[in-house]
């Protein structure tokens, strides 16, 4: 029952007699020449939506059941019976500006320079999903079980053994096979990437040709994504909600710190504390934490790298003017105080360089609801909207150990602490009109991905969240009003879950730019979306 | 029904999602650490390496072994390779040596060998030891056996032997069914016996029986690449046997015309699509027959030399004019003048039909009007020209040839006392011990379980909860039933519920024998993996409940394997339509699959009726029974999609398929849905006089007509056949699943 044929020949359909031109059109019969890369080419008009590709794919990689390099979408258009409804098969776009690559803080992207294939490194990867961000298509997906991100590398391995990739291989109508096209012939004029239900393929320069049904029909010429009713909410990435208002809440702590001359040992210790949490977490999002340190590596391109690097600086700049607000109580008579106040502008600048960067990541054009100016401003104000509070309740614990620290003999600068309720209120107005802008501006855009995060903003879901989002704004400025002094912690613990409660919106709400999908599928977990 | 909350958990990695996978690896403290830190990126399970065969892949589906076997899903019958890895199945790839697919697999196919390890196997004998609310137990082999032949005796013996149904299936080998049907009819001595296939393609049985005097799909594939015109009716093939679209469009110059109310995949890939009213296939079919008969296009010699009732047939469809089949059918005048013009000038034309036909109260009849258009222009018997019913189950073939339901094994008649001694001498038994009458068909035996007749069920490899049409009166038919026996490879199904016993059965892949598929290619299947647990092949059950019943000897003389009755079923087939003695075992293997009877039957238009010529039949259309009204004014289709089979019991077990169409859904027209303010995605509930099945989610679109609804039938959790119509074709016994009356609420928003 063993099969006795001892080889197989390479293409599947050689054996079955198929004509030695059909063979040849799946993958290419001649080397690569200088300038030129292999690409997909996908024939719509071939493919009868068998997903046999999907599950070709899986098998080839050996990948989970939820993770699929290539994915079937649905395409529909047209009135009964006058109706057409067409498919997309599509891996990676192995585009020749590739925005995984460019956004990578660790160099585990390369453009294959003997293929032109977008390569992704496993052991390079840390885990950071920046590129799952920044890939218009969403191609790459994290995968939990290994940490880190994977992709179609068009079979690569098997088409340098003149094999044909698994997802040709597979399909029944031969719509997948692999061509060559020359870079910058393709990046003149790259009209033929294009099709209903893609993202515009200039952004990065796909490189997938697609062969459409001619339209002419009605239905062809309308032909449009089906998956748009039930867009699932994103991930929330609660490390990173953590992180970005830690971290935001110890930049605005420091600068209030700074401005009403509070740099004292024990206020430092604090703030310095709260950095050192904030930091610690934000490596938790990562797939691969023990690695973070990597990401420092792409500073010169990737805001990722930027971010850690400024941050880390900070942290630093922190670390040391701590360490010098202390020295006079240290037994070698280092008197390093007056060290402290440039170390904390130093600390100053890294941070609002970091914030920057920060902001900077998820200005990115995959992600079109992130990528608007109210991001950055969002971020710059919640730093102010959750400092300002710390700042003033802070006071208590440094008071107390100030007092303790006397006591015993130790002779430290006494902080002193003050309420700054109209600034607060200044601050969250501009804040919650931020928000209100950006819900506006995502409201009457003419960006579907806009209106989609609106809808998943307004639906049932999350309208309640952004409510109470804003009433925590509101309520922390109360509660700096009040008199009684212990009130100060109810506004810090207000603005916190104002922002909070914000950024896991800004998270989960964001709608990316991807290709259609089918109508019926797995939506993941992340629940239901708001029509 | 509590089975549908049973989530299984994976077993194995490759059938796994992530999060499960990290379950599975059940990491120790260390591990959990370093996977937390991410010091270990899991690369060692996510290498690749070189296959042999097929080259560059990851190593986790490398195989030491492959084996040859035919596809266990559909009726397509492709050819193909399992690896096994150390014994465990480890990849599944599309033969390429075989002429059926040549190499290539649908999604289905290609994730099979995942079916084999699937968490939901049925593992050991379970029984019921005090009435349906106790709960299945464990037990041994013995005492499920011993139960099962004393209770079934017990009760024949108090109620006659015809009160035992069995209700089989076509999922089982061709030498399994020829065990089973000696077992039921001369161990069991019932004749209540059917098979699932009469819920699928009983009516082009019959069909054909009304047209040729013999069931037996007259073409093969290579027709459908060859035909000039190829006239696909009610059969979405695309999705249901996705590995034949690749013969059609092969050949510039062929017509692809697809019959069918929805536009399917399959109307999508025609050059011509018919957008016809509900079970106007008839009308339109006699029309085109009016068309060639007033123009001459039919061939004359032919129908002089090979068919009767032509001067019947001729004053019948002088009704159907243009004008009236406009009316009936919804087509233009000049769509069914182009149509029948391009038919007849065609120098050969195929038709193919699946359930869109089969699965109507006239069923029969309509394949018999196919049947008519065939013999009209001589497009039978030569290559291209064949009216073909693609069949629905992997060896519903076999079934129909060997199993001793509809008829006589070898395609003998019940009816014909020559038959009957010619088997019977085969046999070495008294030509009285066979029956001399059909029993009870499928939804005869429900029936008859509901009046009382029938008291003790034994069903084979099939799932009717989801799968009968009309729940209710199955679950009436259950429920007064004494004694059911359900015998399946997984556990639980939810027939199960009702079962009082439960018998592990080995499935695909565990056994060795042949499937025979919708082109009569007889295709070899092997096994490369042993059954779960308990789990026992059908062949050895079957033997091991004759034992019991004291008449293996007689019935079974000598047997061990089920190699042994392919050689009695050899001889028994000899001479027949279906003649099986032509080739061995091995023969069959080494060639992809033969065909019985050769590449096409009736080549020399001499039909096995009384006088040697086919009969033409006027065949009247009539409007489907439950004609929708102001209270259930939608009429219900369903159907199929791609990535399941039947009744979910293996594809629901596939993850990665299970995760593309996890649910059910209804499609209906954007007009219906603005009339009645419902949104994409909206969970509807459908009702009809029936029941109701509610939370379906809601799929507007223009691929169905206003006034149709379309729905899969695949869900339990949504079991479209809750609401469809317990009407039976009244010649093949085949439900009507595709017409029925509902109306749509809306249960929640979106």
């Not at chain 1, 309520?475 to 909070?500: D, E, G, R």
């Amino acid at each position: 029952m063993d099969t006795d044929s001892a080889e197989l020949v390479r293409l599947t359909l050689l054996e079955g007699g198929a004509s030695p031109q059909l063979v040849a059109s799946l993958i290419p019969s001649r080397p690569l020449e200088e300038g030129e890369q292999y690409r997909f080419h996908f024939d719509m008009t071939k493919c009868i939506g068998c997903r046999s590709c999907e599950v070709a794919c899986n098998e080839q990689n050996g990948n989970p059941a939820d993770i699929k390099w290539r994915r079937v979408g649905e395409l529909e258009g047209g009135v009964y019976p006058q109706v057409s409804r067409t498919y997309l098969s599509m891996g990676c776009n192995h585009c020749i500006s590739a925005d995984c690559l460019k956004g990578c803080p660790v160099d585990a992207y390369k453009k294959d320079p003997l293929t032109g294939i977008v390569m992704h490194s496993a052991d390079a990867c840390i885990g950071c999903q920046y590129c799952v961000w920044n890939c218009p298509y969403s191609v790459p997906q994290f995968n939990p079980e290994r940490g880190v991100v994977g992709k179609c590398d068009m079979c690569r391995e098997r088409l340098i053994d003149n094999r044909e990739p698994a997802c040709a291989n597979a399909c029944p109508e031969n719509a997948i096979q692999i061509e060559i096209v020359n870079k910058i012939a393709w990046t003149e004029d790259y009209s033929l990437a294009e099709s209903p239900g893609m993202p515009a393929a200039g952004q990065t320069i796909s490189t997938t040709r697609i062969t459409l049904p001619q339209s002419s029909t009605a239905a062809t010429a309308w032909l449009e994504r089906v998956d748009t009713g039930a867009i699932a909410l994103e991930h929330a990435h609660s490390s990173l909600v953590v992180m970005t208002t830690a971290m935001q809440a110890s930049f605005g702590l420091l600068c209030g710190l700074a401005l009403v001359r509070n740099l004292d040992a024990v206020s430092l210790l604090l703030l310095l504390l709260v950095t050192a949490a904030a930091l610690n977490v934000s490596v938790f999002h990562l797939g691969r934490p023990a690695y973070a340190w990597r990401a420092l590596k792409m500073w010169r391109r990737s805001w990722l790298s930027r971010e850690v690097l400024c941050f880390t600086l900070f942290f630093g700049f922190v670390t040391a003017a701590t360490l010098c607000a202390w020295t006079p109580l240290l037994p070698w008579h280092l008197q390093l105080q007056r060290l402290v106040a440039p170390l904390a502008w130093a600390a100053i600048a890294s941070g609002v360089a970091g914030t920057y960067a920060s902001a900077s990541i998820y200005l990115v054009k995959a992600r079109p609801s992130w990528n608007m100016v109210h991001t950055p401003l969002d971020f710059f104000l919640s730093s102010a909207l959750v400092g300002i509070p710390l700042l003033s309740v802070l006071a208590r614990p440094a008071l107390i150990i100030t007092a303790f620290l006397h006591r015993h003999g130790f002779e430290v600068a006494r902080p002193h602490f003050t309420l700054y309720p109209r600034l607060l209120a200044l601050t969250a107005g501009v804040w919650i009109l931020n928000q209100m802008v950006r819900v506006a501006r995502l409201r009457a855009s003419a960006i579907f991905e806009h209106r989609a995060s609106f809808h998943h903003l307004r639906g049932e879901q999350l309208w309640w969240c952004v409510a109470l989002s804003w009433i925590c704004a509101l309520q922390a400025v109360l509660f700096l009003f009040a008199p009684l002094h212990w009130m100060a912690l109810l506004s810090l613990l207000a603005a916190t879950a104002a922002v909070l409660l914000n950024r896991y919106l800004f998270f989960v709400s964001v709608v990316p730019l991807s290709m259609g999908l089918t109508f019926i599928r797995d939506r993941g977990t992340h629940g239901r979306a708001a029509a | 029904m509590s089975f549908i909350a049973k989530k299984n958990t994976a077993t194995q990695r490759a059938n796994a999602t992530s999060e499960e996978r990290i379950a599975l690896a059940k990491p120790t403290l260390l591990q959990r650490i370093t996977r937390w830190l991410g010091l270990d990126n899991k690369s060692s399970l996510y290498r690749y390496a070189h296959d042999p065969r097929f080259g560059y892949i990851s190593e986790s589906r490398v195989a030491d072994k492959w084996t040859k076997t035919t596809c266990g899903y559909c009726s397509v019958g492709c050819g193909m390779l399992v690896g096994t890895k150390d014994g465990k199945p480890v990849a599944a790839r599309g033969n390429p040596d075989h002429p059926v697919n040549l190499g290539k697999l649908c999604p289905k196919g290609l994730s099979e060998h995942l079916i084999v390890e699937a968490p939901g196997r049925a593992k050991q004998p379970m029984l019921r030891r005090n009435g349906r609310t106790s709960p299945l137990e464990p037990v041994s082999w013995d005492e499920a056996l011993d139960v099962m032949v004393s209770r079934i005796g017990s009760i024949q013996q108090e109620h006659g032997r015809e009160s035992l149904g069995v209700i089989s299936t076509g999922q089982l080998l061709t030498e399994e069914f020829y065990t089973l049907g000696k077992l039921v009819q001369l161990g069991f001595r019932t004749s209540n016996y059917d098979g699932n296939t009469t819920l699928c393609m009983a009516s082009a049985v019959s069909g054909y029986k009304l047209s040729f005097g013999s069931d037996g799909p007259p073409g093969a594939y290579a027709d459908m690449e060859s035909a000039d015109v190829v006239l696909l009716i009610g059969a979405n093939i695309a999705d249901n046997h996705p590995i034949l679209c690749n013969r059609l469009r092969k050949r510039p110059g062929q017509l692809l015309i697809v019959v069918d109310p929805r536009v399917t995949k399959t109307a999508m890939m025609a050059d011509m699509h018919l957008p016809v009213k509900p079970r106007s296939d008839i009308a339109l079919i006699n029309g085109i027959a009016h068309i060639l008969l007033r123009d001459g296009l039919i061939d004359r010699s032919y129908l002089a030399h090979h068919a009767d009732g032509l001067d019947d047939f001729i004053s019948f469809v002088a009704d159907y004019t243009p004008e009236a089949v406009s009316k009936t059918t919804g087509l233009s005048v000049a769509v069914l003048e182009s149509v029948a013009s391009l038919y007849g000038h065609a120098k050969s034309a195929f038709i193919g039909w699946t359930m869109g036909v089969n699965h109507s109260t006239q069923g029969a009849m309509t394949v018999a009007a196919i049947n008519n258009l065939s013999l009209l222009t001589g497009n039978i018997g030569r290559p291209g020209g064949a009216p073909f019913s693609i069949t629905g189950q992997c060896n519903a073939m076999g079934s129909r040839e060997a199993s001793f339901t509809s008829s006589l094994p070898g395609y003998r008649k019940f009816e014909s006392e020559e038959d009957r001694n010619q088997l019977a001498a085969l046999w070495n038994v008294a030509p009285n011990d066979l029956p001399t009458r059909r029993g009870f068909a499928y939804p005869d035996i429900v029936e008859a379980s509901v009046r009382g007749e029938v008291k003790a069920l034994w069903i084979i490899a099939t799932n009717p909860v989801v799968s009968f049409p009309n729940h209710n009166l199955l679950k009436q038919a259950f429920d007064s039933a004494e004694f059911i026996v359900v015998q399946d490879g997984f556990y639980p199904t939810p027939t199960m519920e009702y079962a009082d016993l439960v018998l592990p059965a080995a499935i695909w892949g565990e056994k060795e024998g042949t499937y025979t598929n919708s082109e009569r290619r007889v295709s070899k299947v092997n096994a490369f993996a042993v059954p779960p647990g308990e789990a026992r092949a059908d062949f050895d059950i079957f033997v091991a409940i004759a034992e019991r019943l004291g008449v293996r000897d007689r019935i079974y003389p000598g047997w061990t394997s089920t190699h042994d009755a392919w050689l009695e079923w050899q001889r028994v087939s000899a001479g027949r339509m279906c003649d099986y003695s032509g080739f061995t075992w091995q023969q069959v293997e080494d060639a992809g699959g033969i065909q019985w009877g050769g590449e096409r039957l009736y080549r020399d238009g001499i039909f096995p009726r009384a006088n040697g010529r086919a009969l033409l039949h006027c065949v009247p259309c009539i409007p489907f029974a439950e004609q929708p009204d102001a209270e259930f004014n939608f009429i219900l289709n369903t159907g199929r999609t791609v990535e399941h089979w039947h009744t979910r019991t293996k594809t629901g077990q596939v993850k990665l398929l299970d995760a593309m169409v996890p649910n059910a859904w209804l499609e209906m027209n954007p007009i219906d849905a603005e009339r009645l303010s419902l949104r994409q995605h909206d969970r509807i509930t459908v009702t009809s006089r029936r029941a109701s099945v509610p939370d379906v989610e809601l799929r507007i679109t223009g691929i169905v007509a206003p006034g149709q609804v379309f729905m899969p039938f695949h869900f339990a959790e949504h079991n479209s056949n809750l609401v469809t119509l317990g009407d039976f074709d009244p010649i093949s016994r085949e439900p009507n699943y595709k017409q029925c009356a509902v109306r749509i609420e809306r249960t929640s928003w979106n």
